[in-house]
């Protein structure tokens, strides 16, 4: 079983950045590839980034690429989304996911979620 705590949103203007946090209770935390997905109120889930389980690889949707960087500690048990150049579009629910396999977009295939953080950019 696999516990994910995301933590780091809030409130930001256009432009701004934040830092997301998702922090996960398993005893084997670098058997787990992660990924970032956010939803917005009315629209289907997307993905966001996604983490190879030693970090070696990273894959980013089109829309922030070049802003936004995922990474990970695997020594704390920890993944992050730094997330620069924020947009009004960015606003929704971001959710931090795991599985064992590497499934990159794929939200329906990940087993483990958090229950989400809010960031809201204004404009």
């Known amino acids: 079983q696999v516990q994910l705590v995301e933590s780091g949103g809030g409130l930001v203007q256009a432009g701004g950045s934040l830092r997301l946090s998702c922090a996960a209770s398993?005893?084997?935390?670098?058997?787990?590839?992660m990924g970032w997905f956010r939803q917005a109120p009315g629209k289907e889930r997307e993905f966001v980034a996604a983490?190879?389980?030693?970090?070696?690889?990273?894959d980013y949707a089109d829309t922030v690429k070049g802003r936004f960087t995922m990474s990970r500690d695997n020594a704390k048990k920890m993944v992050y989304l730094q997330m620069n150049s924020l947009k009004p579009e960015d606003t929704a629910i971001y959710y931090c996911?795991?599985?064992?396999?590497?499934?990159?977009?794929?939200?329906?295939?990940?087993?483990?979620w958090g229950q989400g953080t809010q960031v809201t950019v204004s404009s």
């Open positions: 996911a795991a599985d064992l396999q590497y499934y990159e977009s794929r939200w329906r295939e990940y087993d483990y």
């Open positions: 398993v005893r084997t935390f670098s058997s787990y590839a």
């Open positions: 983490i190879s389980w030693s970090g070696g690889r990273t």
